[in-house]
């Protein structure tokens, strides 16, 4: 996928990112673990410009999320990077503040009252 630059000049081929390995392109990082795939990604509006020496993957990325809310898993789709390497990224750019990312509570388990509430109701049909 070829996305516009800042200047809405059209991104250059990514033909040269295909032949390298996620871990090249991550300098051997891995994810903190603090973003999943269903992690929401957004440009930070306030956030300062990237620095000159980011990533073209990191530039595309931020790029992408000015655009709208997406997932870490939809930015891989589009990035057409493993969604590992979309993971770094991601973590970089939060912790740096350019974008922001929103996780969805983890579901909690129902608590016993209401379980023994269900059960009680089932038994008396």
Same mark, same amino acid.
């Given at each position: ?5 800042? $200047?809405? =000049?059209?991104?250059? /081929? ?7 390995? /996620?871990?090249?392109? %991550? !300098?051997?990082? #891995?994810?903190?673990g603090?973003?999943?795939?269903? %992690? ?5 509006? $306030?956030?300062? /410009?990237?620095? &000159?020496?980011?990533? /073209? ?9 000015? *655009? *709208?809310? +997406?997932?870490?898993? =939809?930015?891989?789709? @589009?990035? =057409?990077?493993? &969604? !590992?390497?979309?993971?770094? +990224?991601?973590?970089?750019l939060?912790? !740096? @503040? ?5 996780? =969805?509570?983890?579901? $909690?388990?129902?608590? $016993? ?8 109701? +089932?038994? #008396? +049909?």
């Amino acid at each position: 996928m070829r996305l516009p630059d800042d $200047t809405g =000049e059209p991104a250059a /081929p990514r033909d040269d990112d295909a032949a390298l390995r /996620p871990f090249v392109l %991550t !300098s051997g990082r #891995a994810a903190h673990g603090d973003l999943a795939l269903d %992690t929401l990604l957004r440009a930070d509006p $306030t956030g300062s /410009p990237l620095a &000159v020496a980011a990533a /073209p993957q990191a530039r595309a990325l931020l790029r992408l999320c000015r *655009g *709208g809310t +997406l997932s870490v898993a =939809e930015a891989a789709a @589009h990035l =057409e990077l493993p &969604v !590992s390497v979309v993971l770094v +990224l991601a973590d970089d750019l939060v912790a !740096s @503040h350019h974008l922001r990312a929103r996780s =969805e509570p983890p579901p $909690t388990a129902p608590g $016993t009252d209401l379980l023994q509430k269900v059960l009680d109701g +089932l038994n #008396a +049909l």
